[in-house]
């Protein structure tokens, strides 16, 4: 072994496997050692009732004072040395050969070289301890260097239990392999022990997969290891070490156990140095952390520090942290919408009333481009570095608690996404390729697995911003791959619309937080900052409330919640320019602001317009400098809308190709205009060594929507004929959102033509139809936002002057959070126009939590429109409910109703049984008196065209005083309902009494109170040959389920929950029958298994031939061992694959292959354990060709005879 190699000339998969080698030791110890201790346990229990048999001593007789010496003869080969006559073994009176005064010594020293392979090294033991202490007969069979002095059977190192294996005869008893041969499987380990405790610091990885292979083959012999789950447990381990990207983490268990190892080992010098590598390797990792951490620290402070006060300032970037001002940031509760306001809420979730919480590993914010998701990452880089390596001068710009939270992060790395080229990389290579590069220390992080290492063993913020800007390929995953740690917390920005396209299952993200934008008083505070920097920059003396009193002058406060806006605004205000009175102006303004500075700076131009015979838009004519570079502003929009729409495939949609500007009408001379402007950044240059091109981007992504609107206004091509390519859906028409504002404020020609386009993509599009047709559980975001896309398009147009825009909706949402006056006030006011105007084709509304005077002032009561949906939740206004029912009792189809008091009253009910075509009907957290509740059940029962039934968390109360809960039943008698589609109950006391099941596709079942309903229900469900999804939860028996489940044929979705009752230990599991072929997912939680239970169940899933997804979760074993014994069944098993990254203590997830004969062609049957799943119609295939050769062998026969 090296006793002076340098740590930090080692790489770091050498050194991992020189750690791992040593973990592979002490697994293989911990597993050995109880044998070893047992047996010869055993053995001296034996020798000892030998003795007193055979030699006639009282039984219990022990000897406590024979010296080994005392037991040897004087000359005894390999022990005594004579030197001038005199022995240095036997070197005293007391020392010199004698009888045993028990005899019960000399007796035991003659079994111990009766069993003895060899020779026992007698130096080694304390034979006046024999009788009592089995460690002292256990080393006369361990090497005789090194185990003198060793007090305690478990320090034993490896070297010493597998040598008492070997030279112990009686462990012949307890292994299937000859231990008498040379090669013999013990002796292969003690050679592989030897080699990893001396061998040099590079272990090879051949060298380690070597070891383990041995070491596994140790602990397989089939005699003693085979069924042993001690052993099943350490093959496991070994196994998992033998995993390229398994690293033993510092601070980690596993490291201890190597520390272990090696502090156990009798050889001191080995010892020493062992152990003086692994100090060094401790060593190294808190140095490498300790850079690490000064690096990213250095990094943040130094690239992502600073912000331009305006894109007319790019050059002379200011603060971020003295501009910096907290946006509106809510997550969605129970309760409505609960304002995020530091890092602590941000990070964490609370658990019920109580004080308990739990930190949340994926987050996701979302916003509308410009308001400020980058930035929020930036600056909490910023606050982790102030919190690890504060500054003075920053203390007055952070709360104390939000850098207590973000001390507990021993990293934090801000990704941005729209950088990423390879999809197929996980976060540990993005960070190695992104970040790593532009550290001081670049070298040290690069060693293999450095980066890993880190992630898996400390806490770290993981900041990935715009998952919108994130390119996927075909064969990608939606979201950048990570690895499941638990140290790791991972923040996504993202438009909201990416989010909604990726479809996350409910493990991949924990919360969900949306940022609005800045409140009136943010803004206010920006306005001031800003004018403070610029007042120092330019030693002006301009008072930002002047700013703020124009910006209300102008009626354009609705500018202010969108940062990017307002700091141009601010900018133009602060430069005495025009503020516009538009969205349109207010860019056309800031691009005139772009021009006038280059010409005062002496920028050369390109002389490049002449040839344009292009107009710009209308806003535009004040703007002279716009007008000199018109042909130069329309080149800008063709490569935007080139980005945004055909190349988006290629890159991010906002990164822009030199390939891309190729094919665009503009010259080298105003590419490098547009860069000294401002209004391009290059963002990688060309390298054409590893083939890459040029990449630029606009000073922000709204800028390059708005150019691209203005390349589709100016075209000359049909606008509906280039919105039919680009958008063909609501939530394309949200994604690009700002082009279609803009256009709607540059070009009143396209109105006419956009407004029908518009009003196709709503009539065409599935998702508003879904919406339309059936109850929603709020799963309607992008119909929100593409209403209010519409409002922004109206005001836009309005703004500039046009009135011949008419946009008509066919969904009304209206919240708590409208504004009749100030910011988004226009919402209102257009709102408010589109229900009162009778030509509009409204189909639904929705009504969300509204204030009454808001309410009142839109005197919805007045709307002719005759709905066929009404969605009411927690609204007091009993009257207004009623009336929207009363009027659309023809036309309404679906009503959904929550937390609304009205819904208890005798006249909502009849209004609602007057509905001649209602088909969907949801209840939800609603108190009906007693009566009422009779009413309604009646009223379900009557009404036999439902197709849809949702019925959530309803109380029926005996006394409105006293709010006594109803102890009598409720029946529903759903028998003739042959078009119910779906059926959901949660929460509810109801009694089915018969059930139509023609058409029934979907049943829930939530939490019913009375088990006996739900039983009942259970029974109804029987041979229900349409059913395909069926969710069940807090069943506390699995009988009645399983007992239906063979008759439910066509079921594709099964999702059933265990009652979680940690004092029930009753084993419950689901029974796969074959019948099942149509299954296609399960999802289980809270079973209690055995390992035969699990045996059986893992059958069940084995003999459907079909591809499945199966998803346990908080799942119960009896026994860890047998938990990991079906992991192991599930990964051994040729049929079936496990998802490493959703699986752990708790949960399985994995999913079978299909294995249905197709065709008849190339019929393969392999050799498998599971006999059982062999398909049937291999032989039925045989069968057809066989008969196939026969037919053509008589066909063939007749032709000859016919010759």
Known sequence: MESNANIDDIPNDKLNFFLKSHLALFYTRQTIQPLVKREMTQFLQNALNHIYQSENIPEGTKCTSCDIQNLLHCRTKGICIIRNNQCKFHNGPDKQFKICSEGICAELLKQIEKTHRFTPPWENTDSKKWCEDVLEISKCYMPKDGYRNVTNFDTIDFNGVINVMINHTGFQNEMTENLSTKDNICEKARKVGNKIRHSNIHIEESAFLEYVDVLMELLSDDKYFGDNPIAQSARDKLKQLKSSDWLIKHESEEFEHVREEVQNDTDFETRRKTMAIIQMAEQRILTCKSSLRSDLI???????????????????????????????????????????????????????????????????????????????????????????????????????????????????????????????????????????????????????????????????????DGLDEYLKKETTSEVPKRKVRDTCT???????????????????????????????????????????????????????????????????????????????????????????????????????????????????????????????????????YCQQNRGLLISLGEISFEALFKDCGLNSAYIISESTIQRCTISDKQINFCLAVGLLTQVKGSDPIMKQENMYTFLHQTFQEFLAGLYISTSGLKTDKILSDICHSVADIVDKSTIFVVMCGLCPDISSSLSKYVAEIQTNDPTVQKYLEGIDNDENSSLKRFQTVNFDCLQESQDNGHSSLKLNIKCAFIANNFQVKGQKGHHFRHLKHILADKSNSLKAIDISKPKASFMNELQLEQTNAKLGKISVQECELTDLVQVLIKKSFRTLTCLQLKSVSCACTTNALTAIGECQNLRNISFWEIKLDHASFQKFTKLLSAKNKMKEIELKSIECIRNDQQTEKCDMRHIIDLGTHRELNRISVFDTCIQLQNLSKESL???????????????????????SFALQHLICTDLSESAELNHILPSLKMLKHLEVEFSADDDDSRENSIEISKSMKSLETLKLRH??????????????????????????????????????????????????????????????????????VKTVHAVVVEKTNYQDTIDISYFAALGIVILGIIVLYHAMKNKFKQR
């Not at 991949?508 to 505070?525: F, M, T």
């Not at 009626?555 to 349109?584: D, H, M, T």
């Open 298 to 464: 250095r990094f943040y402070r130094n690239r992502h520090s600073t912000l331009p006060v305006s894109p007319v300032h790019v050059h002379s970037d200011e603060s971020l942290i003295d501009l910096y001002v907290l946006p509106e940031m809510y997550l969605k509760g129970p309760l409505g919408k609960m304002s995020i306001g530091n890092y602590h809420e941000l990070l964490h979730e609370k658990l019920g009333r109580l004080l308990e919480e739990r930190e949340l590993k994926e987050i996701y914010i979302t916003s509308a481009s410009g308001i400020g998701k980058t930035t929020y990452g930036k600056r909490m880089a910023l606050a982790w570095c102030q919190a690890h390596n504060p500054l003075k001068e920053q203390v007055q710009h952070f709360d104390k608690e939000d850098l207590d939270e973000l001390e507990r992060f021993d990293f934090f790395f801000f990704i941005s996404l729209k950088d990423i080229k390879d999809q197929n990389d996980y976060i540990d290579d993005i960070i190695l390729r992104t970040i790593v590069p532009d550290l001081a220390n670049e070298h040290k992080y690069r060693k293999d697995y450095f980066i890993s290492e880190i992630l898996s063993t400390y806490r770290c913020i993981i900041f990935l």
């Open 490 to 624: 991972y923040i996504t920005t993202t438009r909201p619309w990416k989010l909604e396209s990726v479809q996350l299952i409910s493990t991949q993200i924990d919360r969900k937080v949306e940022i609005s934008g800045l409140s009136s008083q943010s803004a206010d505070k920006l306005i001031e900052l800003v004018t403070r920097k610029l007042n120092d920059k330019y030693k002006r003396e301009m008072n930002p409330n002047d700013c703020i009193a124009e910006l209300e002058r102008r009626n354009l406060e609705g500018f202010k919640s969108v940062p990017i806006i307002l700091l141009q605004i601010i900018c133009l205000w602060y430069a005495k320019k025009p503020l516009g009175r538009s969205q349109c102006e207010v860019y056309c303004n800031m691009l005139e602001l772009l021009f006038e500075i280059a010409r005062q700076k002496d920028i050369i131009s390109y002389n490049g317009n002449d040839m344009c015979k292009k107009k710009l838009p209308k806003c535009f004519d004040k703007n002279f």
């Open 1001 to 1023: 596709s979907m049943c829930a079942l939530r939490y019913l109170p009375d088990k006996e309903d739900l039983a009942n229900i259970l029974f109804l469900l029987e041979n």
């Open 1087 to 1156: 079973m209690r298994m055995t390992n035969e239970s699990f045996g059986q169940f893992f059958k069940g899933i084995l003999q459907l031939k079909q591809e499945m997804i199966v998803n346990i979760q908080d799942v119960s074993f009896d026994t860890t061992e047998n938990f990991n014994n079906a992991r192991k069944e599930i990964e051994d098993c040729p049929y079936s694959e496990l998802d490493d990254t959703k699986s752990n203590e708790k949960a399985l997830v994995f999913s079978t292959k299909e294995r249905r």
